[in-house]
Structures are given as C-alpha cells and as structure tokens.
C-alpha cells in the first residue's frame, strides 16, 4: 500500500512559478511509476507528467513540455513537479499518481493523492 499526500498548490499570477511535491509512504516507493494528472472544473482528469521508478526517460503532456519538470527523490521519499511561465489554462486540481509504469491513462495508476488545488490568475 503506498498513501500520497500533495502540497504546494496555490495562486499565482500568469507567468509565475510553483512547485508541487506528493510525500510517499509505503515500502514499494522506490519500484513505482510516478506521476502528476489534473482536472479542471467541467473537464477531464488529464495526465501532466509522469516519471519511472529510476528517474529517468521522464514524459510530458504536449501543454506544459519546457514549463514543468517533474521530478523525485527516492530516498525522502518524495515526487516534485516544478511548474514555471504559468498560464491561466494550467489552473486545476493535480493530482499525485503511483503505478507500475509511466502511462497517460488514468487506470493505469493505482494510487492517487487527495490532490492540491492551482490557480493562475490573469
């Protein structure tokens, strides 16, 4: 069983920078796919990035690809995902993921965070 809990979310003006990081617990921390999704209101979940249990060959969706890096730390343990030049169209509740690989669909991920709340204002 792996329990994820996502902090850093906020409100930030268009063009600014946040940082959200996901606290793992669980023994299989450091076996697992990583990764960040979002949901607007009225909208779908959608995947944002997600990264393999060994750090690299990282993946983004197309919208936030050179503004958002994810990243983790397997001895904390902890996944991060920077998020830089901001844009309104980003605000949405993301969401922290773990499963056995990096994957853009939703059910390939078993375990999800309560998610953490972003607002980028114009």
């Known amino acids: 069983q792996v329990q994820l809990v996502e902090s850093g979310g906020g409100l930030v003006q268009a063009g600014g920078s946040l940082r959200l990081s996901c606290a793992a617990s669980g023994r299989t921390f450091s076996s697992l796919a990583m990764g960040w999704f979002r949901q607007a209101p009225g909208k779908e979940r959608e995947f944002v990035a997600a990264?393999?249990?060994?750090?690299?060959?990282?993946s983004y969706t197309d919208s936030v690809k050179g503004r958002f890096t994810i990243s983790r730390d397997n001895a904390k343990p902890m996944v991060s995902l920077q998020m830089n030049s901001l844009k309104t169209e980003d605000t949405a509740r993301y969401y922290c993921v773990a499963g056995t690989a990096t994957d853009y669909r939703t059910s390939r991920y078993r375990y999800w965070g309560q998610g953490t709340q972003v607002t980028v204002s114009s």
């Open positions: 990264i393999p249990w060994s750090g690299g060959s990282t």
